[in-house]
């Protein structure tokens, strides 16, 4: 029996004594009871410590179990930036690790062989079976996968040693990740690029595919755009024509022609706009032709010519040399076809020429 079991039974001895004492005060036992209580309280211990030590002496006891299992020696050898392949030739993983070992075979017999580098190859062969198959953009995640490979402790190619590492970092050398941050960035680049380039693209044949496929389409478009004001697409049904025309590499319309909006002079009256183009479009000199015609000075006035010099001197102060030339030289064509009754050779309402000097 052991100490603690000894010590658990008096306590519960003397405990119980006390109860039956405190029982026997309360219910008044006879005198003859009590010698009968303290025998009782001696025997009942002696018989449990004999029958412990009978019980204690028939179980053999093995000595061998007893014995503490002999410490296993481990060794360390420490490695830094070794280089080990990626999946990407030329972009090595830098690893550098505490390698961690101990022998299998200790007798007399055994070899003798240098633990640390047979440890190290193990260790170094067992991170390469990974790191070749990783990118190595992801440097970081590789490590904690290493880290918990060689976690564990294996026997080694030769069954020498049982091996594993501790303290795993795993890195690329700086000009490397460089290198890498910069095609990531080309790469986001690209990506943008490509995707604003099919953004156009899609624009770009919507327009000319869809929206102005005929004059038709680019009016429902024009409906659809302004909020069905019907009134603003008839109003621009000829810019609608020239517009799906121009996109389609086409003439407008014959029917649609005359709703095309033409330049102001184009719709004058007056002689000499006639055989002017509705592209060209009006000048300064046409519009003091239409002022001159508005204040009441008819063809053949000769104030005509003396206001549109005076408008031409204002002109020339603004640093305009060409326009006020293009204004004397309309009105002195005019004066000169009112005189004559004929235009000068060449020449046609509204052409430029040589300026007649007087």
């Known amino acids: ?3 603690g079991c000894k010590t658990t039974t008096l306590f519960l001895t003397v405990l119980s004594g006390l109860l039956l004492t405190i029982l026997g005060l309360a219910q008044q036992w006879p005198v003859w009871a009590w010698p009968a209580l303290a025998a009782l309280l001696v025997v009942i211990p002696a018989a449990a410590f004999r ?3 009978r019980r204690h002496d028939q179980v053999p006891v093995i000595f061998e179990e007893q014995l503490t299992a002999a410490p296993i020696e481990r060794q360390e050898q420490h490695v830094r930036h070794v280089a080990l392949p990626s999946r990407w030739a030329d972009y090595d993983f830098l690893i550098s690790a505490t390698v961690r070992w101990h022998a299998l075979d200790t007798s007399d017999h055994a070899p003798v062989l240098n633990p640390a580098g047979l440890a190290v190859e193990a260790v170094l062969e067992r991170a390469r079976a990974i790191t070749e198959q990783r990118e190595p953009g992801r440097a970081s995640l ?3 996968e290493l880290s918990g490979a060689l976690s564990r402790m294996l026997p080694d190619s030769t ?3 049982r091996t594993m590492a501790e303290n795993v970092s795993l890195t690329l050398h700086p000009n490397d990740q460089e290198r890498l941050d910069k095609l990531a960035g080309v790469r986001k680049d690209k990506a943008v690029w490509e995707h604003q380039r099919k953004y156009e693209q899609s624009r770009r044949e919507y327009l000319g595919e869809d929206v102005l496929r005929d004059t038709g389409s680019a009016v429902v478009w024009w409906l659809a755009k302004n909020d069905d004001h019907v009134e603003k697409t008839v109003a621009d049904l000829g810019l609608l024509a020239q517009l799906a025309s121009a996109a389609n590499n086409t003439d407008v319309p014959e ?6 909006p033409r330049p102001r ?3 004058d009256d007056s002689p000499e706009r006639h055989d002017v183009p509705y592209e060209q ?3 300064a000199a046409d519009h003091i032709t239409d002022a001159l015609n508005a204040m009441g000075f008819p063809e053949g006035d000769p ?6 010099k005076q408008l031409a001197e204002i002109i020339r102060t603004q640093e305009q040399h060409e326009t006020a030339d293009a204004v004397l030289r309309r009105f002195d064509q005019q004066a000169t076809y009112t005189a004559d009754h004929t235009a000068p050779p060449g020449h046609s309402d509204g052409e430029t020429g040589p300026l007649p000097r007087t």
């Open 142 to 144: 590789v490590q904690h």
């Open 255 to 260: 029917l649609l022609r005359d709703l095309i």
């Open 265 to 267: 002079g184009e719709q």
């Open 303 to 308: 104030r005509r010519g003396m206001l549109a």
């Open 51 to 53: 029958a412990a030590a």
């Open 159 to 161: 069954g020498h040693l």
């Open 1 to 3: 029996m052991t100490t």
């Open 281 to 283: 479009l009006p000048t």
